[in-house]
Every structure is written in C-alpha cells, then in structure tokens.
C-alpha cells in the first residue's frame, strides 16, 4: 500500500484525538474542512505565499489562517517589528504608549473609529462590542446577521430557529453548554431582508441593543441595503454594528465600511489586522464608546505589547505598499486566470464575488453533488500543490508566477471534476466529502 504524502499529518491527528477535544482549537482548521486524508492537516513553517507541511510539502496558500494572513506568511516588516518588541517586553506592570499609538492610526484609518478598545481575537471583540452596546443602550436584546464567535451571547441563538429553514442557525453546531436562559436575547435576521428587519425591531419594540452584522462576505450588499439597515436600527433607538473581523483590511486599510460608504457607530476588527499575532480591537463613536469606561470590560493581555506592534506595522505596511490598489491588481489578474482555465477545459463554471474573495462555482445537475465536487476539486488542487478551498484569498506576498501555477492546477484539476460530473465521481474522489463546520447568514 502506498504511504501517504501527508502521512505525518495524519499521524498527528490522530495523536491530536487523544489530547484535543475536537482536535484543533479552530472548527475551520479540522481536517473535514479540506480534502481529507489528502489535504494536510499540520505546517511545519511558512513564508511569504507559500507554507510546507510537516511531510515536506510546499504549497500555495490561497486560504492564510482563514484571511488572517494579509502580508504574507512571516512578513518580514512585522516581524522585524515584532522581535524589536519582545527585546523590550511583551507585558508589563503599567500601561504601554503602543496603546495610544495604535488607537491614533486606528482612528485615522476607520470611519467610524473615534474611541477604541483592545481584544485579542474576533470572537472577543465581538463580545465586547456586545457589552459596550448594551451598557451604553441599556437594553438586552442582540439583532444579528453573520458569523459573530463562539462566546454565549451569540451561541444562545442556536436555541432558536433559523428564519429561513426553521433548523439551527449554525448548521452543524449546537449550543451545548450555553445557557438556556440567554434564549431569545440574540435573533437572527436574514440577510438583504429589511421587512424582516423591521419586523423583529418592532416585535422587539424598546429591547434591541444594537443591529450587528457582517458587512459582506464575497459579494458586495444590495445599493442602499446598508444605509437602510442603519436607518432602521436608529428609527428604533439600537445602535448599528458592523463585524468587520473578516471583511476588514483587504478593500480597504478601513474596512468594508470605507470601501462601501457606511459609518456604523461601532465596529470590529481582527485577523488580518496584525498578520498573524494575536489581536483585535472595538471602534466606534464616542457616544456609543464612551460608557464603557464604567463598564466591567477588561483582560490583561488585551494590551499585550507584541499584538500592538505587529498591528501597527501591519497597517502601515498596507499603507506604505497601496494595499487597496494591490490586492484589485492581485485579485482581478486571479480571476481571469481561473476563468481561462474554466474556458479551456469547457466546464460550466463561473468566477463571482469580488476581487479579494474570487470564488469557483461550478455548475452541478443536483445540489447534492455541490460538496463532493468541490471536494474533488480541493483534492485535486492539493495534490499539485496548491492549498485552497473553492474560493481564494490572496495575500500581498502571491505573485504572478504563484497565479500562473494556481491556473495551470485549476486546469488540470476542472479537468477530472468534468470527468466526476459525467459519473465517474465514486471512482475519483479519493477524500471524505468536505463539511461545512458552520453555515452564514450572510452571502
């Protein structure tokens, strides 16, 4: 029997069983997220576009920690930075002025960023956006739309229906060990529907917080949908949140907002803030920030030295290198690339969503065939080096010759999935069907 090319990787997963509940600490990073036992599971080191695993393999990286790598793998700018910085300490005693160094770019950069708290991650910022809305409104209740972490605030709306399937809203996930007392404190709301909106504020008429929800994903919002839910949420007196963990830094060093026009009175950032080093922050109005200072809303690492630096020099590097126009350049020359392969193998597939998330969707008879063939295609991807799952997420560091190769793959790789579709799929999908570790509810 032939070894596997990711041999090691599988055997650490298996070690990982006995040690790790759930095996990784993030869902998305499970094996069953990618084309497993094909993908690798495990990263010995990274640089720049590319990371090898613990057998040896190189590959482009198309998926970066989930967009958390925005530069490039070990980007030498920040890290030149962040070594600097543990020479002189990475916590301390007091107070360090990187706190306020920070806060001026962040309010320089963001919109809506007049005042500004510190998290280390999405799912914190999250819950302290949550916090502060709450403090400063008064009021309990919690609209959402979107991924928003994994804290009980938002997990307690697994208790509830999903507005438009009557299951879950987390499609795979349920809310054990969240209070069923916090059911029906966060609602959700489906995305592009403002009667719906307007429906769950009225019933909910005094009680609402805030509005939160994730700005975008890979395709922009509907013209004025933004703007209209901001109108509706101050019509009811709650306070309008973007989550921005995801879609903020590649449009724009300000986010989606900046790109789109739309000042939200709180937002939040983290992942690709820091390229990699732990880090998130909570902006937003002074009027809606400002309570919080009587707020109970606080953590000692938040102002961990090490995270502040590596955002700094993260977002002047994306300054400094005209990240905007750069990742258009990257992203539009991507998305020809991959419609010429489509073209070239005469597939029925199609590249949608904007230039920072290009995403393959390949036409299937039956929806039930969707997951299996994306599957096929991560497989065979893979196994010509290139690391993605059906939609790509550059970094700065990704070349025109690291196009060139993802290209020539996707050929390839579209080639055997026309095969797959015309019924030979059993025979060529070697890896377990790829599963969803949550589902938006957001495009």
């Known amino acids: ?95 360090s002025p990187l706190e306020i160094e ?28 949550v916090r502060i809305a709450r403090g400063t409104t008064g009021k309990d209740k919690i609209l959402f739309s979107g991924y928003h972490g994994w804290h009980d605030w938002y997990q307690s709306a697994n208790f509830l229906a999903d507005p438009e399937t009557d299951e879950f809203p987390f499609a795979g996930i349920e809310p054990i060990g969240v209070p069923r007392v916090l059911a029906g404190t966060a609602l959700p709301f489906t995305y592009g529907d403002l009667d719906g909106l307007e429906a769950l504020l009225r ?41 921005e963990v995801s879609s ?28 990699g080093y732990p880090m998130g922050c909570v902006v937003g109005s002074r009027a809606a920030m400002e309570p919080a200072g009587r707020m109970f809303v606080s953590s000692s690492y938040w102002s961990e030295a090490v995270g502040l630096a590596a955002a700094m020099a993260t977002i002047t590097e994306l300054n400094r290198r005209n990240s905007a126009a750069r990742f258009k350049e990257i992203g539009e020359k991507l998305r020809t690339a991959l419609q010429d392969a489509i073209a070239s193998v005469g597939i029925a597939a199609a590249v949608t969503g904007v230039h920072t998330m290009p995403t393959l969707a390949i036409d299937v008879p039956d929806p039930a065939l969707k997951k299996p063939i994306d599957t096929l295609f991560m497989q065979e991807m893979i196994k010509r080096g290139v690391f993605c799952a059906t939609a790509f997420s550059a970094t700065l560091a990704h070349t025109d010759a690291d196009i060139a190769i993802t290209a020539t793959a ?23 069907t790829k599963r969803e570790p949550f589902r938006r509810l957001v495009r």
């Not at 806060?103 to 991650?121: F, H, N, Q, S």
């Not at 994730?214 to 989550?243: N, T, W």
């Not at 579209?414 to 890896?431: H, M, N, P, S, Y």
Request: charged share 25%; aromatic share 6%; net charge negative.
């Open 248 to 275: 903020g830094w590649r449009l724009s060093p300000g986010g989606a907002q900046d790109w789109l026009g739309v000042t939200p009175d709180i937002s939040t950032f983290a992942k690709s803030m820091s390229n």
């Open 102 to 129: 920070l806060a001026e770019i962040l309010v320089d950069t963001i919109p809506c960023a007049e005042m500004v708290r510190y998290t280390k991650g999405g799912g914190e910022a999250c819950a302290v956006a």
């Open 410 to 432: 996707a050929a390839e790789s579209l080639e055997i999935v026309k095969r797959g579709l015309t019924g030979e799929l059993d025979e060529l999908l070697e890896a377990e």
């Open 1 to 95: 029997m032939t070894q596997s090319k990711v041999q090691r990787s599988l055997e650490l997963y298996q070690k990982a069983d006995r040690l790790i509940p759930g095996r990784t600490q993030l869902i998305s990073r499970r094996a069953s997220s990618f084309a497993h036992p094909i993908s690798p599971i495990y990263t010995a080191h990274a640089k720049g576009s590319r990371f090898t695993d613990v057998d040896g393999n190189e590959y482009i990286d198309w998926v970066n920690a989930v967009t958390a790598i925005i530069l490039g793998h070990a980007d030498d700018a920040v890290d030149t930075a962040v070594k600097a910085q543990i020479d002189k300490g990475s916590l301390y005693s007091l107070n």
């Open 203 to 243: 019933e909910n008429q005094g009680e609402v917080a805030a509005v939160m929800m994730e700005p975008m994903r890979s395709e922009p919002p509907a013209p004025g949908y933004l703007e209209a839910v901001k109108a509706l949420s101050h019509a009811h007196d709650a306070l309008f949140i973007l989550d």
